[in-house]
T-cell receptor, first 112, second 111 residues
Framework: KAGVTQTPRYLIKTRGQQVTLSCSPI?????VSWYQQTPGQGLQFLFE???????NKGNFPGRFSGRQFSNSRSEMNVSTLELGDSALYLC???????????FGSGTRLTVV | QKEVEQNSGPLSVPEGAIASLNCTYS??????FFWYRQYSGKSPELIMS????GDKEDGRFTAQLNKASQYVSLLIRDSQPSDSATYLC???????????FGKGTMLLVSP
C-alpha cells in the first residue's frame, strides 16, 4: 500500500516568488493536513482538508493557501515567499477523524 | 490556545534501560493522544495511539494516559541505539479537530 507522497522533495526559491507543493494521500484517506516544521517552532498546523473542504486553518498569513481535489490529492501554495518560509512542509493523511496521521516525506523549501 | 508541552532533552539512557518520555497538555477536553518518532532528516512516524486512561502496550513501547492530570507518557523498554530520535507527543481535542504537537524530546541511547 503506497504511503503519503509529496512532491517535490526539495525546492530552492527566491524571495518574492511563489511555490506550489503537492500531496497524494494514502488511497482511501480523505483527510489531508499540512504542517510546517522548523527547528525553533516545531510542527505548526497550516490547514486541513476533508472531501475538498477546508475544515481547519492554522494561524498563518493569507500568503499560505491550499486546496483539495476530488481524488483527495492536495496542494498548498505560498505566494510572495519570505526567507522565514524556509522549512520542511509536511503533508499527512488519515482515514477517520479519530485516527493519527500518516506523514509524507516532506518538501524541504529553501528561500534565498 | 491549546498547548502540548514536552521537555526538549536530550534524554540520555544506556542501552537496555527504560526510557521515560513525558508530555502535558492544556485542553482538558482532549480525546486522542499519539506518540510519533522522528529520526533526523526524516518525517514523523506514528508509533502509539491511546484514547482512554491507563496503559497501552505494543512491543517494547507502553503509552500511559492520565486525563485527570492531563499527562501522557511513553515508556521504551530495553532501549536500543536505534531508538535514538526525537519523540513527538500529539493531542487532538475533539473528533474533528487537528493534532497539536509538542516540540519533541530528543532521546539518545548510548551503546
Amino acid at each position: 500500500k503506497a504511503g503519503v507522497t509529496q512532491t517535490p522533495r526539495y525546492l530552492i526559491k527566491t524571495r518574492g516568488q511563489q511555490v506550489t507543493l503537492s500531496c497524494s494521500p494514502i488511497s482511501g484517506h480523505r483527510s489531508v493536513s499540512w504542517y510546517q516544521q522548523t527547528p525553533g517552532q516545531g510542527l505548526q498546523f497550516l490547514f486541513e482538508y476533508f472531501s475538498e473542504t477546508q475544515r481547519n486553518k492554522g494561524n498563518f498569513p493569507g500568503r499560505f493557501s491550499g486546496r483539495q481535489f476530488s481524488n483527495s490529492r492536495s496542494e498548498m501554495n505560498v505566494s510572495t515567499l519570505e526567507l522565514g518560509d524556509s522549512a520542511l512542509y509536511l503533508c499527512a493523511s488519515s482515514l477517520a477523524p479519530r485516527d493519527g496521521y500518516t506523514f509524507g516525506s516532506g518538501t524541504r523549501l529553501t528561500v534565498v | 490556545q491549546k498547548e502540548v508541552e514536552q521537555n526538549s532533552g536530550p534524554l540520555s539512557v544506556p542501552e537496555g534501560a527504560i526510557a521515560s518520555l513525558n508530555c502535558t497538555y492544556s485542553d482538558r477536553g482532549s480525546q486522542s493522544f499519539f506518540w510519533y518518532r522522528q529520526y533526523s532528516g526524516k518525517s514523523p512516524e506514528l508509533i502509539m495511539s491511546i484514547y482512554s486512561n491507563g496503559d497501552k502496550e505494543d512491543g517494547r513501547f507502553t503509552a500511559q494516559l492520565n486525563k485527570a492530570s492531563q499527562y501522557v507518557s511513553l515508556l521504551i523498554r530495553d532501549s536500543q541505539p536505534s531508538d535514538s530520535a526525537t519523540y513527538l507527543c500529539a493531542v487532538r481535542s475533539s473528533g474533528y479537530s487537528t493534532l497539536t504537537f509538542g516540540k519533541g524530546t530528543m532521546l539518545l541511547v548510548s551503546p
